[in-house]
Nanobody
Framework: QVQLVESGGGLVQPGGSLSLSCAAS????????MGWFRQAPGKQRELVAE??????????NFADNVRGRFTISRDNAKNTRLLQMNGLKPEDTAVYYC?????????????????WGQGTQVTVSS
């Protein structure tokens, strides 16, 4: 099994910055894709940003409304991905969920599954 633990988030004024961290633990063989989704009250959950590992390097994908303001990076040694959010706007207010597509080891062999973090609140308000 795999666990995702999120940290970061909180309250920030418009134009400010926050960073989110997502750490994966367990019998991990590889993290194929890891990123963040967010869900604001009354709205559907939407992709914010993700980073996919490939044979020729990483590929990043950002929602149009955060591109240029948010960056995503990795710390392989800790199976961690970091979301740096700059230029935050009130419309960025939401619960942010870490999401990971992970290949892991079990006593029955290799398995692959998608996991979610517990969610962390980001509030942008003056």
């Amino acid at each position: 099994q795999v666990q995702l633990v999120e940290s970061g988030g909180g309250l920030v004024q418009p134009g400010g910055s926050l960073s989110l961290s997502c750490a994966a633990s367990g019998s991990i063989i590889s993290i194929n894709t890891m990123g963040w989704f967010r869900q604001a009250p009354g709205k559907q959950r939407e992709l914010v940003a993700e980073i996919t590992s490939g044979t020729s390097g990483d590929t990043t994908n950002f929602a149009d409304n955060v591109r240029g303001r948010f960056t995503i990076s990795r710390d392989n040694a800790k199976n961690t991905r970091l979301l740096q959010m700059n230029g935050l706007k009130p419309e960025d207010t939401a619960v942010y969920y870490c999401n990971a597509d992970v290949t892991y080891d079990t006593s029955f062999g290799r398995r692959r599954a998608v996991y979610w973090g517990q969610g962390t609140q980001v509030t942008v308000s003056s």
